[in-house]
């Protein structure tokens, strides 16, 4: 039994097949759904967890190498907000570009982790190191 670190035992399954290079998207509650990529849905109420509580669960056992956020991220949330995805990426190269682009990458994603998250634009794509 685990004492520790990710209980749910399908994100562990889904970060133990993560390889170099390869993505992992965590998403907002309103990203849309790919039939053909493996979901793991968290969702509980608004707000609980958010994507970056998923974050910060993962970041001790998973190298991220670079993140993909939208640049409308940056258009449309609070300094403060920006700040905070900034530096749970602390270490980490960040690139923002058109959602539209963002999505192209997610059917090349190893899996996607959805959360309640409510903040508009909150989606990564992790690409491991």
Do not use: C
């Not at 403060?80 to 994603?109: C, M, N, Q, Y």
């Amino acid at each position: 039994m685990l004492k520790s670190g990710i209980l749910n035992p399908r994100i562990n399954s889904l970060l133990s097949i993560v390889r170099h290079t390869n993505t992992l998207v965590i998403a907002d509650r309103g990203f849309p759904f790919w039939k053909e990529v493996e979901t793991i849905d968290i969702s509980l109420v608004d707000g609980i967890p958010r994507v970056l509580d998923v974050l910060a669960a993962i970041r001790s056992n998973f190298i991220v190498a670079r993140a993909f956020m939208a640049a409308e991220f940056n258009e449309v949330n609070s300094p403060e907000t920006i700040l905070s995805f900034k530096r749970s990426l602390d270490g980490v190269a960040l690139e923002f570009e058109p959602h539209i682009d963002l999505k192209k990458r997610v059917p090349h994603a190893i899996g996607i982790i959805r959360t309640s998250d409510t903040i508009q634009y909150a989606n990564l794509v992790l690409e491991s190191g």
